[in-house]
């Protein structure tokens, strides 16, 4: 008998009940009936929390006046539908004027913003750089530290004359140094040797970035995209400092805001006279309608978009 086959049989046998005492983590321990149980409810609340609000806003909207007045305000149970509401916004005046200003607003600012952050994001995260180590502090600096509204007020109105004009809805919040460093740490994370194979092909730094930094960082760029759309989109603060009283250079937003959340009452939008009798739309049915032609693009774009959110955010991640 060898030495390694007698050590083999020395050895003492292993008690029956002997258990080890590792624990296995939380996430991988088989879930009990409790705890599906209350995971299904817990979703079901939050659903039902989402989807109430949403039902009633455009159940309202789609409300005659005796709807709402049976209702006593927002509608929760339908008792005749029409779309007299959409048509009236949508006839003209200054709600169908905003649409237009919004969209072409948000085109244009994501266009911008998408240009000028994907070529920053890529100048710094190439090394050596001309100064790049002094431009991302800079870019840092200022998630931190801000002027104030009153200089930023200065700057876009009396220096640059933008005051009543539709540039300054795009050009003062052009730039996200947050997005930025996302980017910038995405690119980093693209593989050198296709960068120095397209080097060796005579590429210029535009063709790298145009052939192999872009086609490889989709994700993060559709991710950042719907960031500034949505930021474009939903934005009615500059409307409010830089535009003055006329409704015709307003945004969608803003109007939601001045007609929805202020009460006022909307110039044009006569209901009264445009419909007669019990078809006339309630002016609740009208603020609610507003809200939903608000909603409506991005529910639209984001589904579109979602499968590239958990890709496009973990910046840290191998990409194939």
């Not at 805001?257 to 002016?283: E, H, I, L, R, W």
Request: contains cysteine; aromatic residues 10%.
């Amino acid at each position: 008998m060898s030495s390694a086959q007698s050590i083999f049989r020395a050895r003492p046998a292993k008690s029956k009940g002997f258990q080890s005492t590792r624990k296995r983590p939380v996430w991988e321990e088989k879930p009990t009936a409790a705890g599906q149980a209350a995971k299904g409810v817990t979703l079901t609340l939050v659903v039902l929390f989402v989807v109430i609000p949403l039902y009633a806003v455009v159940l309202t909207s789609l409300s005659p006046q005796s709807s709402v007045n049976i209702a006593g305000g927002i509608v929760l149970v339908p008792h005749g539908l029409t779309l007299n509401a959409y048509r009236e916004m949508l006839s003209g005046g200054v709600v169908t004027r905003a649409m237009v200003v919004s969209l072409v607003v948000t085109i244009v600012g994501t266009i911008v913003s998408m240009v000028v952050s994907v070529l920053c994001a890529y100048g710094l995260s190439r090394p050596r750089s001309l100064g790049h180590r002094w431009i991302l502090m800079t870019l840092i600096a200022t998630m931190f530290f801000s002027g104030g509204i009153i200089p930023s007020f200065i700057v876009v109105a009396d220096i640059f004359h933008g005051y009543d004009q539709y540039w300054a809805l795009v050009l003062p919040g052009a730039v996200s140094a947050f997005n930025i460093l996302i980017i910038r740490a995405f690119y980093m994370n693209t593989a050198n040797e296709l960068i120095e194979a397209a080097k060796l092909d005579g590429a210029s730094e535009f063709r790298i970035l145009w052939s192999v930094v872009l086609p490889t960082s989709k994700a993060v760029n559709a991710v950042m995209a719907l960031f500034y759309a949505v930021s474009y989109w939903s934005a009615f603060f500059n409307v409010m400092l830089y535009m003055p009283a006329d409704s015709s250079k307003w945004t969608l937003q803003y109007v939601l805001y001045t007609y929805v959340s202020q009460g006022a009452t909307m110039p044009g939008q006569n209901a009264a006279t445009a419909f007669a009798g019990k078809d006339q739309p309630a002016p609740l049915s009208l603020q609610m309608c507003v809200v939903v032609l608000t909603l409506i693009p991005i529910l639209i774009i984001y589904p579109f978009v979602q499968k590239h959110f958990t890709k496009g955010m973990l910046t840290g991640a191998i990409k194939g």
